[in-house]
């Protein structure tokens, strides 16, 4: 029995004894997060690795990330389009890096009290990578081992490193003169769990740079390198120089490959083998055709000038590019299948899955509507549909220029709907009338005098017959339009404004050859394309 002295102070047992666990430090949170982390990264690391030996697109990154786009609400893809651009698949990338690494941090956070949830985590990634491996198009049986593999791995890893903390925190607790247990005490103890999360890093490095690697010593089969184009059957003449208004500012009038717009399903660019390659013409056709690369080659081949837009493209916006296409009409191949009585579209297929829905008129009306193997003189790159796409002029892509094709069915409207069309949007886009001003820049500061005003205007497969500029909403000036090829392409136009000082207006609007004037009410894109003027607000000094 003891008693205490009135007035004196009580002490207080610290530190860890029977019947008082310690809390964890926050050193030991800071590492154990740091381990889950570094477990996460072994996991996508040697998943990447299988991947690119078996099949880049059952890397579980791009497996999931494929399917979160295809599971995505229309509005939500619309957003992210008008919001990102170019830019969204790079945006989704790191927002799934953004959960898998919380995730990865949770699970180190509870592999050394509870190492079961631990577990659970990491095999419900496992899991849905798995899932979404094998439900995209064109999976095959070992679609799931790439998610296996690195689930495998990760779990192992942070089990391994959950075993040495506890077993670190048990002679610890046994010892006969303990001091203080945290992770900056020296000893042995500390230096086995560092040295586990050092070596998981490792190895996962490892894994990462062996999976970059892969590409490059395995390669692709026929590539865009490999290819050698025949000259064109029949080369429409382009010349550049016509074209052009000579403003400087001004978007070029020939688009190069890597400044060409992208928007697609694919987050991924499937890397398709030409020589591996085959087009499937069938459905409302009287002879199935299956066509290989080298077959399509040797047709006679058009080369024509086109402009393509993207259905997303906002008032004044860059989703617009304009290039020389080489290619074989899409009429030959559905003449020589024989279209039925009664179609009235052809649902093309990617390789990746996407689908879209193009009027049969308009691959049959005389337009030079492109099974295309060419860009600007190469073959086309990867990611824009390396080995063959579609162009069609006057279309929307979404409904026409379908990336790395593997199929054409000839069936009906009322029978099929594509990718977009399930999601809201038209079924069929005829690109409308539109005009942009590229100088001077929103909210420039020039100075007072003549100033050069120019842009480029476009309604493919009609022609742009006026572009017309005006100031603080005053009388229409008519613009100096460049040459052009065709009614399939883009024109630059110009104008020339003597400007005063104070702040001004600059408005646009093109005429089509038709006489249509594009309207003045700005619309969304959703669901057939934007309308509406393009102004912009400058400072004249």
């Known amino acids: 029995m003891t008693t205490t002295r009135p007035g004196a102070a009580q002490v207080r047992p610290t530190g860890p004894g029977p019947g008082r666990p310690r809390r964890p430090r926050r050193a030991h949170r800071l590492v154990d997060a740091v381990a889950g982390l570094v477990a996460g990264a072994l996991t996508l690391a040697v998943a990447d690795l299988v991947a690119q030996v078996l099949d880049p697109a059952s890397s579980p990154l791009i497996a999931v990330g494929g399917t979160v786009i295809d599971l995505t609400p229309g509005w939500l893809k619309d957003f992210a389009v008008a919001r990102f651009g170019t830019d969204d698949k790079l945006v989704l990338l790191l927002s799934m890096g953004v959960v898998i690494a919380a995730l990865a941090a949770a699970a180190g956070l509870v592999v050394r009290h509870r190492p079961r949830v631990a577990a659970l985590l990491v095999l419900a990634l496992g899991v849905v990578a798995a899932a979404a491996a094998a439900v995209r198009p064109g999976a095959g049986p070992l679609a799931v081992v790439p998610s296996m593999a690195g689930m495998g791995a990760g779990l192992l890893a942070l089990l391994r490193y959950g075993g040495t903390v506890r077993t670190r925190a048990h002679s610890a607790s046994r010892a006969v003169h303990p001091g203080p247990a945290g992770l ?53 003449r382009l010349d550049v120089a016509a074209a052009s208004v000579g403003v400087a500012g001004v978007t070029p009038f020939l688009t190069a490959a890597p400044d060409f717009y992208r928007i697609d399903t694919a987050l991924s660019v499937p890397r398709l083998d030409a020589s591996r390659w085959r087009l499937r013409v069938h459905g409302m056709v009287d002879r199935e055709l299956e066509l290989s690369f080298r077959e399509l080659l040797a047709e006679p081949l058009v080369q024509r000038t086109i402009t393509l837009t993207c259905v997303s493209n906002e008032v004044g916006g860059t989703l617009a590019g304009n290039a020389q296409w080489l290619g074989l009409p899409v009429r030959t191949l559905l003449e020589r299948a024989g279209v039925r009585p009664g179609a009235d579209m052809v649902f093309s297929r990617s390789s990746d899955g996407f689908t879209a829905s193009t009027p049969l008129a308009a691959l049959t009306d005389g337009r030079d509507a492109l099974l295309a193997v060419g860009m600007n003189g190469a073959p086309l790159p990867y990611e824009h549909g390396f080995p063959v796409r579609m162009v069609v002029p006057g279309l929307y892509g979404y409904v026409s220029a379908t ?11 009322d029978r099929q709907q594509a990718y977009w069309t399930e999601r809201g949007w038209a079924p069929q886009a005829p690109i409308r009338t539109f005009s942009r001003i590229d100088v001077p820049r929103p909210f420039a500061r020039v100075a007072a005098g003549r100033v050069a005003v120019g842009g480029v205007a476009w309604a493919q497969h009609r022609g742009v017959h006026a572009v017309q500029v ?70 004249v000094t």
């Open 184 to 236: 900056g005490d020296p000893g042995p103890g500390r230096r086995q769990v560092l040295v586990t999360v050092a070596g998981t890093a490792g190895v996962a490095a490892l894994a990462a740079a062996a999976g970059r690697a892969v590409p490059a010593l395995t390669g692709h089969g026929e590539g865009p390198g490999d290819v050698r184009l025949p000259l064109a059957a029949d080369a429409a």
């Open 403 to 413: 990336k790395w094709l593997v199929d054409l069915e000839v069936t009906r409207f």
């Open 470 to 539: 005006r100031v603080d909403g005053g009388e229409w000036q008519e613009a100096t339009l460049g040459g052009v090829p065709s009614v399939d392409t883009w024109r630059q136009w110009a104008w020339s404004w003597d400007a005063t000082p104070g702040l001004h207006r600059l408005e646009v609007r093109s005429t089509d050859a038709l006489g249509d004037t594009q309207p003045e009410i700005r619309r969304p894109p959703k669901p057939d394309g934007a309308t509406g003027w393009h102004s912009v607000t400058v400072t």
